[in-house]
């Protein structure tokens, strides 16, 4: 049998579809073989590079990984740290020694450094196979969150939002002069003047509503140009 | 008499008209609707999240929870009481059980997808509008599956084989003139798997010879894979312009 490609790139794919025929195209994450077949099992768009075939996922639910910067919010005070929801199933534990360099004594109220309900910005440094979660808050930028608003987003879009190199967030940033911080988990964090928080807000939803289109930066910037432009 | 013309004039073999959209629901995680006739089903998906009450959590892999719901202005008859009951109980355990072999949940671990299936129109057919909307929703959400899951009801009118009853059609007895009351109408729900054909929910009600069943099969795989086109479409659309 010769081995026939079934799919072009930048195709939308659905589960159950038949992605390639033959032992020489190799499988990625979000498709398995059956037999001679690849077939998909995510919603998204294909790339073919070479002989491997790779989907990028339309939609995709947040599964946290060590080293992912993510947006979370304080649910509960434990003996010597907090308890940190990250949106989705799981939370995270924030260890007194990964939250601050003070020296905190014994007894201390815990609530005094991080309130319930503040949010912070953090890494994640451990994740076992039942999803438990450590984080910390040791690193560059890391820190708690003061004022602004939080977006929740599709936690597959964020690539997209950030850009290569964070380049979108970059030029969002300045066009409406807001502070922009997107968590791997699918939630950003804005502070800036109200009005430009709205534009900011506005753009990210566009990103995330578009982000399977190609030429999306020159759209953005354009958009951004007038937004800015009108709304003084 | 017997049923040799639909009482909508479709052929045997035909479904009722088929509408199906994905992204209904803007606050869901994943969702669909699927009109086929008379029927709509709605369904939204939620999760993974944190699974409560804890005692359900299962540390192996993730759970897959339906809700089944009619609403009460939806049927035929009298208005259904909102809420729970013994049928909707069991509706959502089956339609479970046919979504289960597809779903792949086990990179979440104590959490739980929910699936809330709700009818906002019925005219029999219920099950499998749900089981086939929330496979796209399920899809829409970014679940991993292997395959998507297309369902439809085959069965007897008068010893004719048909696709897609009716409530009519269910209630022929009740309905026509003919003196033998005891002609069999029987109405089997088939969901199926589109890809390798593999049959996940199998139900019936009524009376049907062996050799019918078989026919009843073959035209439900039949039509599935065509209801399973539609699905396809429902998903791609939601990207395209």
């Not at chain 1, 808050?137 to 690539?159: F, S, T």
């Not at chain 1, 950030?162 to 300045?174: L, N, V």
């Not at chain 2, 029927?39 to 359900?56: N, Q």
């Amino acid at each position: 049998m010769t081995d026939t490609l079934l799919v072009k790139d930048k195709d939308v794919v659905v589960p159950g579809e038949t992605l390639a025929q033959g032992m020489s195209f190799v499988p990625s994450t979000g498709m398995y073989r059956d037999g001679e077949n690849i077939i998909a099992a995510k919603i998204g768009l294909v790339s073919v590079e070479g002989k491997v075939i790779k989907i990028v996922p339309l939609a995709d639910p947040y599964v946290p990984k060590v080293g992912d910067i993510v947006i979370g919010e304080v649910n509960d005070v434990l003996f010597s740290g907090w308890r940190v929801g990250l949106k989705g199933p799981y939370s995270a534990v924030l260890g007194v020694k990964d939250a601050t360099s003070d020296f905190i004594g014994r007894g201390v109220d815990l609530t005094q450094y991080f309130a319930l309900g503040e949010y912070v910005l953090c890494k994640i440094i451990n994740v076992t196979s039942q999803k438990l979660i450590d984080i910390t808050l040791r690193g560059q930028g890391l820190r708690k969150l003061n004022g602004g608003r939080l977006l929740a987003v599709n936690p597959a879009k964020v690539p997209r939002i950030i850009g290569r190199e964070g380049t979108m967030t970059k030029m969002i940033q300045d066009a409406t002069k807001t502070e922009i911080v997107v968590g791997q988990n699918g939630v950003v964090w804005l502070n800036g003047d109200p009005h430009n928080e709205v534009i900011a807000t506005a753009a990210i939803r566009m990103v995330e509503q578009n982000a399977h289109k190609s030429g999306l930066t020159q759209t953005m910037k354009t958009w951004l140009d007038e937004q800015v432009k009108g709304g003084r | 008499m017997a049923y040799t013309k639909r009482f909508d004039g479709r052929a045997i073999d035909e479904t009722r008209p088929m509408v199906a959209k994905v992204g209904v629901v803007p606050r869901a995680d994943g969702s669909a609707m699927l009109k086929i006739g008379g029927t709509t089903a709605i369904v939204a998906v939620y999760g993974p999240r944190e699974m409560h009450p804890k005692f359900m959590q299962n540390p192996r892999g993730g759970v897959l929870r339906c809700h089944y719901n009619m609403m009460p202005f939806s049927g035929h008859g009298e208005r259904v009481r909102p809420g729970q009951n013994r049928r909707a109980k069991e509706i959502s355990r089956v339609i479970e059980n046919a979504l289960r072999p597809v779903v792949d949940l086990s990179a979440f671990p104590n959490a739980v997808v929910d699936v809330f299936i709700e009818l906002s129109e019925t005219d029999a057919g219920t099950r499998c509008a749900g089981v086939t909307a929330a496979a796209m929703a399920l899809a829409d959400a970014g679940i991993d599956m292997k395959d998507l899951v297309a369902a439809v009801a085959v069965g007897f009118v008068d010893d004719r084989v048909v696709a897609d009853l009716t409530y009519n059609e269910e209630h022929y007895n009740d309905y026509s003139d003919i003196e033998d009351k005891d002609r069999p109408v029987a109405d089997i729900p088939i969901a199926m798997l589109p890809t390798t054909g593999e049959i996940v929910l199998l139900q019936m009600d009524g009376k049907v010879k062996r050799e019918h069943l078989k026919a009843a099969l073959e035209l439900g795989q039949k039509v599935c894979r065509d209801i399973n086109e539609v699905q396809r479409r429902a998903l791609k659309e939601k990207y395209q312009e």
